[in-house]
Nanobody
């Protein structure tokens, strides 16, 4: 059983930056695909970014060029660096892990989820 714990959320002004972290325990971290998803109030959960075991990265169109996903296998941690934050980035951000995925953006293909961390962008 893999457990995921996110941290790093908070309140930031538009245009600012935050770095989210997600630390895993209980599994072979280096073999997992790791993803970040988010859910804003009243909206469905949406894909943000993913990184596979080769460190190949995938991004949603709306965050390309602003967000960067990375992983440090020695620390069992995946990061999401968020720059140039916009009001519409406000959401609860979730970390997820999967053994195998066919589509990195499909949340139902991920096996494990964290509890989420709130990111609020203010004007």
């Amino acid at each position: 059983q893999v457990q995921l714990v996110e941290s790093g959320g908070g309140l930031v002004q538009a245009g600012g930056s935050l770095r989210l972290s997600c630390t895993a325990s209980g599994g072979t971290f280096s073999s997992y695909v790791m993803g970040w998803f988010r859910q804003a109030p009243g909206k469905e959960r949406e894909f943000v970014a993913a990184i596979n075991w080769l460190a190949t990265t995938y991004y949603a169109e709306g965050v390309k060029g602003r967000f960067t996903i990375s992983r440090v296998n020695a620390k069992n941690t995946v990061y999401l660096q968020m720059n140039s934050l916009k009001l519409e980035d406000t959401a609860v951000y979730y970390c997820a892990a999967a053994r195998i995925v066919r589509s990195y953006s499909r949340g139902d293909e991920y096996d494990y989820w964290g509890q989420g961390t709130q990111v609020t962008v203010s004007s």
